[in-house]
């Protein structure tokens, strides 16, 4: 496959002067000496102010002064891969790279973004190693930086190319074993090195009372559907994988490489596929981002600053998005140079804006939405159906009941009842619709909600709900992590559709 070529290509790199390698020391003041109201002036700023971090990946040689002024989180490009760091009995060597970016971006207060534990390529002497020797290598990892790394991408790149939907059929996947058959490895028989990576992780955070957050990162899983309507079946096997193991995975990162692979457009429902996984309840990122300047088929927006701005708008969009990293500063510094996918041009620390650095310090300055999708149709209040009353009331005394032999009811029960609202965002001939169950004045154990599709209109993927029928009348009701909601609060599910889904009445009951 073209991408798995391109993916895989490495570029070498000439060896910077020692003399550009330097500096930095205190922490670099970003505030724009404006009222609170004027836009921020660096990206590292902006996405603060709307909470969220902004990142790039690096090196030891390109710490710059840019770094930390237009950054505020740092993923290691290279110097935390097994290859640089791992010998073939899972402890380490070699770290020296990896604890300068780390102590660079601890004195500059920026995020780190440990990359990577378990990843079929780039293993070093890791390569075939057991699940036993993966699991002293990520103890010894995790415990060396602890808390200082604040997200480590614990499994890389699981899921095989050209979407489908099924695990790496190579090292370390091959070690998976489906006991019953049944075309998952998620059973209790099961061999899983997702799974039981994710648990040693997680033992070992715990076991070290440390702050570090654990996620599964991957490539060509952005959005819903892939070229041509169909559904990205990549990003539906990552969906099930991180549902499955919720316990043991805090955050998901989408790599967001986009170029003209069919399967890594930037889609429409980018945000709707984001939304998905937040609600889930997991942090996510958008983990190594590069956009090819020349989208001939892909594109969604007016060319490479339109479509980042697009790209930032989806994360920005949905609370749970809580980072975005570009994969580099510089894009004659890019894994992919050729494509141009970066925010600047230039070299060895001079560095000048692109278009698509402003798109993105605008985008970020906007801040997240805090008022619905304008799409959302406003509650319909039905007119009331009884006319005022016309007959003068009556003159003759109610008769008098007779005294009750049973007490009446005291309070009645609260009615465990719901309310659906839908949200739709639709293109030409798609749909997405997010759908908001509201729980009564009593608490509800479980739910379903029914709504007819106009015709020619038919479901194509479903999220967060188990559903029966896929065009007319179809139901929805909740899965087993959803269907408790509070007296009135609120859950939400999602489906994607094709055709026109305007006008839908959802009708919500509650058990
Ligand atoms: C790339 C680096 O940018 C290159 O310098 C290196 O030669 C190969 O790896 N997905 C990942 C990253 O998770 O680690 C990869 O980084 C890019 C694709």
């Known amino acids: 496959m073209g991408s798995s070529l391109r993916r895989r290509r490495i570029v070498s790199r000439t060896a910077l002067p020692a003399a550009v390698m330097l500096l930095v020391g205190g922490a670099v003041a970003v505030q724009s000496g404006t009222p609170a109201v004027a836009a921020e002036t660096t990206l590292r700023a902006a996405a603060a102010k709307a909470g969220l971090f902004f990142g790039t990946a690096s090196s030891p040689n390109r710490l710059y002064p840019i770094l930390s002024q237009e950054f505020g989180q740092l993923t290691p490009e290279n110097d935390m891969k097994p290859d640089r760091i791992a010998t073939s009995s899972g402890g380490l060597q070699n770290t020296s790279g990896a604890d300068q970016l780390v102590n660079h971006a601890q004195s500059n207060g920026m995020v780190v973004r440990g990359h990577t534990l378990v990843w079929h390529s780039q293993a070093g002497a890791l390569q075939g190693a057991s699940q036993s020797t993966l699991?002293?290598?990520?103890?010894?990892?995790?415990?060396?930086?602890?808390?200082?790394?604040?997200?480590?991408?614990?499994?890389?790149?699981?899921?095989?190319?050209?979407?489908?939907?099924?695990?790496?059929?190579?090292?370390?996947?091959?070690?998976?074993?489906?006991?019953?058959g049944d075309g998952d490895f998620f059973d209790a028989g099961d061999t899983d090195?997702?799974?039981?990576?994710?648990?040693?992780?997680?033992?070992?955070?715990?076991?070290?009372?440390?702050?570090?957050?654990?996620?599964?990162?991957?490539?060509?899983?952005?959005?819903?559907t892939v070229k041509g309507g169909g559904p990205n079946r990549k990003a539906n096997a990552l969906y099930d994988i991180v549902r499955t193991y919720r316990q043991y995975i805090d955050c998901v990162g989408f790599q967001s490489h986009f170029n003209d692979n069919p399967n890594s457009i930037i889609s429409n429902d980018l945000q709707a596929n984001i939304q998905r996984f937040a609600d889930l309840g997991v942090e996510v990122h958008l983990s190594e981002v590069d956009i090819d300047d020349d989208l001939s088929n892909n594109d969604i927006g007016a060319g490479q600053a339109d479509n980042y701005r697009k790209v930032v708008r989806a994360c920005l969009n949905v609370a749970k998005?809580?980072?975005?990293?570009?994969?580099?500063?510089?894009?004659?510094?890019?894994?992919?140079?050729?494509?141009?996918?970066?925010?600047?041009?230039?070299?060895?620390?001079?560095?000048?804006?692109?278009?698509?650095?402003?798109?993105?310090?605008?985008?970020?300055?906007?801040?997240?939405?805090?008022?619905?999708?304008?799409?959302?149709?406003?509650?319909?209040t039905p007119p009331p159906t009884t006319p005022p009353p016309t007959t003068p009331p009556p003159t003759t005394p109610p008769p008098t009941t007779p005294p009750p032999t049973t007490p009446p009811p005291t309070t009645p029960p609260p009615t465990n009842g719901c309310t659906a609202t839908v949200s739709l965002n639709s293109w030409t001939g798609g749909f997405v619709a997010t759908v908001r169950v509201t729980a009564g004045s009593a608490?509800?154990?479980?739910?379903?909600?029914?709504?007819?599709?106009?015709s020619g209109a038919a479901i194509t993927n479903v999220w967060s709900a188990e559903r029966t029928g896929t065009s007319g009348s179809?139901?929805?009701?909740?899965?087993?992590?959803?269907?408790?909601?509070?007296?009135?609060?609120?859950?939400?599910?999602?489906?994607?559709?094709?055709?026109?889904?305007?006008g839908l009445t959802p009708v919500c009951t509650a058990s």
């Open 193 to 224: 090195v997702i799974r039981d990576s994710f648990i040693r992780a997680k033992q070992v955070v715990q076991a070290g009372g440390y702050s570090t957050k654990l996620c599964i990162n991957d490539y060509d899983v952005e959005g819903l």
């Open 135 to 180: 699991n002293t290598f990520i103890g010894n990892a995790i415990n060396r930086w602890g808390s200082k790394i604040a997200y480590w991408d614990v499994v890389n790149e699981s899921l095989e190319d050209n979407n489908t939907g099924r695990r790496r059929n190579q090292w370390p996947h091959t070690m998976n074993r489906d006991a019953n």
């Open 443 to 454: 608490p509800i154990q479980g739910w379903n909600v029914q709504l007819t599709l106009p």
């Open 474 to 502: 179809v139901q929805f009701s909740n899965v087993n992590y959803n269907g408790s909601v509070a007296a009135g609060q609120y859950t939400e599910f999602g489906f994607q559709g094709t055709g026109s889904a305007t």
């Open 321 to 380: 998005c809580t980072g975005i990293t570009v994969w580099g500063i510089s894009d004659s510094e890019s894994w992919r140079s050729s494509e141009r996918g970066l925010l600047f041009t230039g070299g060895n620390g001079n560095y000048q804006k692109k278009a698509a650095y402003y798109a993105v310090l605008d985008e970020l300055n906007k801040g997240r939405t805090t008022t619905p999708p304008t799409t959302t149709p406003p509650p319909t």
